[in-house]
């Protein structure tokens, strides 16, 4: 039995979408022939909305930081599960769970994301979560499969893991806060 | 009506009077206002959802307004204010009397990037990054250092020749004027002048730096060049667009403007 993601707890919907994550692959198989992902996917990827593959996660030290990553409709790696999820049978849990569940949840999302409600949580938006030593870095998918973090927001990258990389240069060593929106 | 001039071609006492007044709406609090706003909306802004500030046919009238804003608060301060422009394309040195010390202050010291000199130096305590995206308190610059080159007046005209204002899917994939202005696609112009400058300019809280006011002030005169090149394009769309701000739709923070009233820059300010 899957456990309800983070987001579907933090949306309160978790019943809504156990629909749309048993629905969603058909189509999403669809839409991911139709636009192919653009040199950035890995075979085992996950299928995300929009027909990008989604980047499988990361966990290693970068310049004496610990960065890591993981598809945002999965749980938080908790001490040290993230490691033991590259296995074929971990790779079928995941694929199960899938991350067009933030496909139905988006929906729902946007209105407290967007920034007329105030206050965004950290993953608001977000379809991968990075970490640079515990703390949440904001980041966003292009929708040509490229990424930008809230710490080099104007420039693109092909995977999260490099977004992480750039950020921990830019940061030289200086922790990441809590976002203020206003 | 206010005139809005090259930043090169500033006076020294138009120059004190910018600084004077961006240092006192930083002293007041209202100064970091407009860098959550703005935050909030990069966070908020969306490829395949709601986007307004960013990424989105809106990206110009949104800035053209954010500005306004920005410029009648400095006018709150002294009336004789008015943005100026940072033509990157002909001051594209870390040597522009744009950085000098009597008006932005100069590039990052290596190592931190810390601006050491200048009205908003650390040293000097009046401008503190309250709003940040990390720990660092300092007003950081590598001008230069995230990539070489400023954008080319060669290339600014490839893009204003562009004759369509925008496109679906009305985002940062987008063709037309509006998507190679912004920088996603094309020569990258927008964008790139942010990871040029570097420091706090790269990230979500841009307006730490003040001469994000000054870059945006530009792209907002290119879309006025854009305007007089192309009398017969209009923005785009003009009607029932998911999540994107149409001609008439208003636009948030505001909800009281939309992108119709803010075609025409002239009933608010002209350009020297």
Redesign the interface.
């Known amino acids: 039995m899957s456990r309800p993601t983070r987001r579907q707890v933090l949306n309160g919907s978790a019943a809504a979408l156990a629909g749309a994550v048993l629905a969603a692959p058909v189509a999403l198989a669809d839409s991911a022939a139709a636009r192919p992902a653009a040199g950035h996917g890995h075979s085992e990827g996950h299928k995300a ?2 027909g990008h593959e989604m980047p499988e996660p990361f966990d290693e030290v970068y310049q004496g930081r610990h960065i890591e990553g993981w598809p945002a409709d999965e749980e938080a790696p908790e001490n040290g599960s993230r490691a033991r999820s590259g296995g074929p049978a971990s790779h079928g849990t995941r694929a199960s769970r899938g991350s067009r569940a933030s496909q139905g949840s ?1 929906s729902s999302h ?1 209105g407290r ?4 409600s105030g206050q ?1 949580g950290p993953h ?2 977000m379809d991968f979560v990075v970490r640079i030593d515990n703390d949440d870095l ?1 980041v ?5 499969g490229t990424w930008i973090s ?7 990258f092909t995977t999260p893991r490099a977004l992480a990389r750039a950020a921990v240069r ?3 060593g ?4 809590p ?4 | 009506m206010a005139v809005r001039k090259n930043q090169a071609d500033l006076t020294a006492t138009e120059k004190r009077n910018f600084v004077d007044a961006v240092l006192e709406l930083k002293r007041s609090g209202r100064y970091d206002e407009f860098i959550s706003t703005h935050n909030a909306f990069i966070i908020g802004d969306t490829d395949n959802g709601e986007r307004t500030g960013h990424r989105s046919p809106s990206f110009l009238p949104w800035h053209r307004r954010f500005l306004l804003q920005f410029e009648e608060a400095l006018q709150s301060i002294t009336p004789s204010v008015t943005l100026p422009y940072w033509d990157w394309t002909v001051d594209r040195s870390p040597r522009s009397s744009l950085w000098a010390d009597d008006f932005l202050g100069g590039d990052g010291r290596s190592g931190d990037g810390r601006v050491p000199s200048g009205p908003f130096a650390f040293g000097n305590g009046k401008w503190p990054m309250n709003i940040r995206v990390d720990g660092r308190t300092f007003l950081r610059r590598s001008l230069g250092a995230g990539v070489r080159e400023l954008p080319t007046r060669a290339e600014v005209d490839r893009v204003l020749a562009m004759t369509v204002y925008d496109a679906a899917p009305w985002n940062s994939s987008s063709d037309g004027f509006r998507n190679n202005v912004e920088g996603w696609r094309g020569p990258n112009l927008h964008n790139r002048v942010h990871v040029w400058v570097g420091g706090q300019m790269t990230t979500g809280a841009s307006p730490n730096d003040p001469v994000f006011w000054l870059h945006h002030c530009f792209i907002d005169k290119l879309w006025a060049e854009w305007q007089r090149l192309h009398p017969k394009s209009g923005y785009l769309p003009t009607g029932s667009t998911p999540d994107v701000v149409d001609l008439h739709d208003t636009m948030k923070p505001w909800n009281d403007v939309t992108p119709a009233d803010l075609l025409d820059h002239t009933k608010f300010y002209t350009y020297a």
Not at chain 1, 113 to 116: C, F, N
Not at chain 1, 140 to 144: P, Q, S, V
């Open positions: 909305p929009g988006r946007r994301a967007h920034p007329q965004a608001d938006g904001h966003m998918r292009n929708a040509d809230l710490v080099n927001h104007y420039e693109t830019e940061l030289q200086a922790d990441l806060v976002v203020v929106t206003g």
